[in-house]
């Protein structure tokens, strides 16, 4: 009898089916070679792996900016101010105040002429220079000079105080930089220091007077449309000959310092307003 024979195993070669970055493969198909009298064994399909592709986004990278550096300049200047240029007043001008009278944006010079009895006005004309002044009578020996708007226009008016006739007086603006004839409320005697201020918080600014000759400064309330009370008076020390207004004890109310010259000391009066 014949010895049996094998028959021969065919093995269909695997298939791996290549990565594809983005593609889906479902399986490979494989047909088993036609093998008469073969034992034939079925080809193994392995599937592949499948890795989707790896997107790396752009990596944008802001241009770095430096700031420029700014060296502050060393040079000094070895003349700071040119030599004065001078515009004529009255006689022994005493006291100025510097404020834009007439509305252009520019400050104008307001002087006190004590000899002459007048306040002077110099308009700004551009560039620092000024016109000639324009006088208004005050009384005798105009020897402070302030400007605050007293009348609520906002326009600044004028306050003296004239220190020979014993009072103050106040010159109104009426506009283009020009003013009214003074109205006088009486004071001490003679009153050499003027300062406005609202010292009773209604928004009005109020008359303070350094009364010299009678060692008191006087109060004078703004009563309204550019009108003042007679004033009320505090004791200071001997001839107080210059005053001023700040808040020295930050309540936000404006108290009263005074030079007393022959008490050789200042006096602070708090306001209790």
Same mark, same amino acid.
């Given at each position: 009898?014949?010895?049996?024979?094998?028959?021969?195993?065919?093995?269909?070669?695997?298939?791996?089916?290549?990565?594809?970055?983005?593609?889906?493969?479902?399986?490979?198909?494989?047909?088993?070679?036609?093998?008469?009298?073969?034992?034939?064994?079925?080809?193994?399909?392995?599937?592949?792996?499948?890795?989707?592709?790896?997107?790396?986004?752009?990596?944008?990278?802001?241009?770095? #900016?430096?700031?420029?550096?700014?060296?502050?300049?060393?040079?000094?200047?070895?003349?700071?101010?040119?030599?004065?240029?001078?515009?004529?007043?009255?006689?022994?001008?005493?006291?100025?105040?510097?404020?834009?009278?007439?509305?252009?944006?520019?400050?104008?010079?307001?002087?006190?002429?004590?000899?002459?009895?007048?306040?002077? #006005?110099?308009?700004?004309? %551009?560039?620092?220079?000024?016109?000639?002044?324009?006088?208004?009578?005050?009384?005798?020996?105009?020897?402070?000079?302030?400007?605050?708007?007293?009348?609520?226009?906002?326009?600044?008016?004028?306050?003296?105080?004239?220190?020979?006739?014993?009072?103050?007086?106040?010159?109104?603006?009426? %506009?283009?930089?020009?003013?009214?004839?003074?109205?006088?409320?009486?004071?001490?005697?003679?009153?050499?220091?003027?300062?406005?201020?609202?010292?009773?918080?209604?928004?009005?600014?109020?008359?303070?007077?350094?009364?010299?000759?009678?060692?008191?400064?006087?109060?004078?309330?703004?009563?309204?449309?550019?009108?003042?009370?007679?004033?009320?008076?505090?004791?200071?020390?001997?001839?107080?000959?210059?005053?001023?207004?700040?808040? #020295?004890?930050?309540?936000?109310?404006?108290?009263?310092?005074?030079?007393?010259?022959?008490?050789?000391?200042? %006096?602070?009066?708090?306001?209790?307003?």
């Amino acid at each position: 009898m014949p010895k049996p024979t094998t028959a021969p195993t065919v093995t269909v070669a695997t298939v791996t089916a290549a990565a594809v970055a983005g593609a889906t493969v479902s399986a490979a198909t494989v047909t088993g070679a036609a093998v008469t009298g073969a034992t034939v064994t079925a080809a193994t399909v392995t599937r592949a792996a499948v890795t989707a592709a790896a997107v790396t986004t752009p990596r944008v990278t802001a241009p770095r #900016v430096t700031a420029p550096t700014v060296t502050a300049s060393t040079t000094q200047c070895s003349i700071i101010f040119t030599g004065q240029t001078t515009y004529s007043t009255g006689f022994n001008p005493k006291s100025l105040n510097i404020v834009d009278v007439n509305g252009d944006g520019k400050p104008d010079i307001i002087v006190a002429n004590s000899a002459s009895n007048n306040v002077g #006005v110099l308009l700004n004309t %551009g560039n620092g220079t000024f016109s000639a002044q324009t006088t208004y009578s005050t009384g005798m020996s105009p020897a402070s000079v302030v400007a605050a708007d007293v009348n609520g226009d906002r326009k600044p008016d004028i306050i003296v105080a004239n220190s020979a006739s014993n009072n103050v007086g106040v010159l109104l603006n009426t %506009g283009n930089g020009m003013f009214a004839v003074q109205t006088t409320y009486s004071t001490g005697m003679s009153p050499d220091s003027v300062v406005a201020a609202d010292v009773n918080g209604d928004s009005k600014p109020d008359i303070i007077v350094a009364n010299s000759a009678s060692n008191n400064v006087g109060v004078l309330l703004n009563t309204g449309n550019g009108m003042f009370a007679a004033q009320t008076t505090y004791s200071t020390g001997m001839s107080p000959d210059s005053v001023v207004a700040a808040d #020295v004890n930050g309540d936000g109310k404006p108290d009263i310092i005074v030079a007393n010259s022959a008490s050789n000391n200042v %006096g602070v009066l708090l306001n209790y307003c």
